[in-house]
């Protein structure tokens, strides 16, 4: 079973930490609006898959998962005017990451990895691992959903069923056009579509959604390669 960090002593730390076979996991969700779904979301979804895929990875290799406390307090500037979203300005979120590495560092862990469930992070948590990566360790960043080849869409039909199928209540209902004010235009390398777009829907099964994060977890544990990003 992969381990809760919360409860294990410093003593557990030291004598596991530097393990080669052990990866720390931090799963990094947000506090948004998801129309009358919850808020925490994303971090409920990351959390699940993040167990869920360890044990997976344990049941057929000797990987070991140290599973850190979820991040919520993350990156939405988005949602901002919609109540309830509570964001990070850039610098406090980096900081916060920063912090977690070195601590993690500190301990002796060789493989760190972020589950990530929002996308408004990604960028994000890349470059500071980029800033954080050094020669005698592996840093990585799994957005979840990439390792599913969806695309994941805000508050829609493929989040609410990815959330059914990994048993997180997920009621979204219809999101009112209020939540959507001041919703920022940003043009990045795609051209963004509203969020009301029409997305192409998948079923995913458990199992897909389990192995595709399982196999992103088993690449870290295989690679020695410095600063590697999934
Ligand atoms: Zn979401």
Redesign the pocket.
């Known amino acids: 079973m992969p381990l809760d960090y919360r409860e294990l002593s410093s003593f557990d730390i030291k004598n596991i930490a530097s393990r080669d076979d052990v990866i720390a996991v931090i799963p990094v969700g947000s506090l948004e609006q ?1 129309c009358r779904g919850p808020l925490g ?2 971090g409920l979804i990351a959390e699940k898959i993040a167990w869920e895929s360890c044990k997976a990875l344990e049941a057929r290799s000797s990987g070991l998962c140290i599973i850190l406390p979820t991040i919520y307090y993350a990156f939405s500037p988005e949602w901002g005017e919609v109540e309830g979203t509570l964001s990070l300005k850039i610098p406090a979120f980096a900081e916060l990451l920063e912090s977690i590495i070195s601590g993690l560092r500190r301990a002796g862990f060789k493989r760190i990895a972020f589950i990530n469930g ?1 996308g408004g992070n990604s960028s994000i948590i890349e470059a500071i691992l980029r800033e954080s990566a050094g020669e005698s360790y592996t840093l990585a960043l799994i957005n979840y959903w990439e390792q599913l080849n969806i695309k994941l869409d ?2 829609g039909p493929t ?1 609410k069923e990815i959330a059914e199928q990994l048993g997180v209540k997920a009621e979204m209902g219809e999101c009112e056009e209020t939540q959507y004010r001041n919703k920022p235009r940003i043009i990045t390398g795609k051209t963004r579509k509203p969020a009301t777009m029409k997305i192409s829907q998948q079923t995913l099964t458990r199992e897909q959604i389990i192995e595709g994060n399982a196999k992103a977890l088993e690449e870290i544990l295989k690679t020695n390669t410095i600063g590697k990003l999934i």
């Open positions: 998801h979301l994303d929002h805000h508050a989040e």
